[in-house]
């Protein structure tokens, strides 16, 4: 997603992890995956970076994974916009010089931020492949494998959008796709539950990529074995998506 401040300005993260809302409109350091937590969330910039706010509300895109500064609560706001509060309890906000802070105590006109969605809408049937350039596979006992250099049934996969934040897979055998705590990936599931959920992530390069509800990346090696067991998204864990009913 990609944020704009009340004075009309996309916030962004640079290479260095400074966060400014000073952007007039939305390119790559505009755009921020978040990953959906328990009660919170975390955003992640397009560097690669976890978004956190420190003691003294200082706002930066520097952290290589999620701990507990690296968390905020959303407050959806009647006018559409949203607000962020810090794990130290207090609201970012945008001033008028673009400056991103997470200090104040209650949400005011700086602290609304109106949401821009970039993520990707796939197709109801898709192919997957690999960054090794191979398809992802299904076959009737469930094992999942990312080795196909052809585009037949066993590489078809129904697409079924969850609430908004997952999607969920099945297989041309009927069956769910899951990933267990242990990071194994299968077509096994027999209806949609927790460990059938993904949240997809919408890449620069226009690749994507999807986190298992352990909070796992989905990653496709060069002998095409598939495990969700990645912390971030590297080359590994980036899939291009194919519309499976387009001729």
């Known amino acids: 997603m ?9 916030v962004y993260a640079d290479f260095g992890g400074e966060v400014r809302a000073v952007s007039d409109k939305i390119g790559d350091w505009e755009k921020f995956a978040v990953v959906q937590l328990d009660a919170a969330v975390a955003l992640r910039s397009i560097h690669g970076k976890y978004v956190y706010t420190d003691w003294w509300g200082g706002v930066y895109a520097k952290s290589d994974r999620i701990q507990q500064w690296e ?5 959806d706001n009647l006018d559409g ?15 008028t010089e673009g400056h991103v802070r997470a200090s104040a105590g209650r949400i005011g006109e700086w602290e609304r931020f109106r949401v821009t969605s970039c993520a990707v809408k796939l197709p109801s049937c898709i ?4 960054f090794h350039n191979k398809y992802v596979m299904a076959d009737p006992s469930g094992n999942v494998l ?36 242990s990071g194994g990936v299968y077509a096994k599931g027999e209806a949609i539950n927790d460990w059938e959920k993904f949240q997809m ?8 990529s999807f986190m298992s509800s352990h909070g796992k990346y989905i990653y496709a090696d060069s002998q095409g074995q598939m495990k969700a067991i990645a912390d971030k998204i590297g080359a590994w864990e980036r899939f291009s998506v194919e519309d499976c009913l387009v001729v």
């Open 2 to 10: 990609s944020l704009q401040s009340s004075h009309g300005k996309y």
């Open 71 to 75: 968390r905020y609560v959303v407050t």
């Open 81 to 95: 916009t949203i607000s962020l509060r810090s794990f130290h309890g207090n609201y970012v906000y945008a001033d």
């Open 127 to 130: 192919h997957l492949k690999s």
């Open 146 to 181: 990312a080795m196909s250099l052809a585009k037949e049934d066993w590489e078809r996969f129904e697409v079924i959008r969850g609430d908004g934040r997952t999607v969920s897979f099945k297989s041309s055998h009927g069956k769910y796709l899951y990933a267990d705590p």
């Open 201 to 208: 992530t919408s890449n620069a390069d226009g690749s994507v």
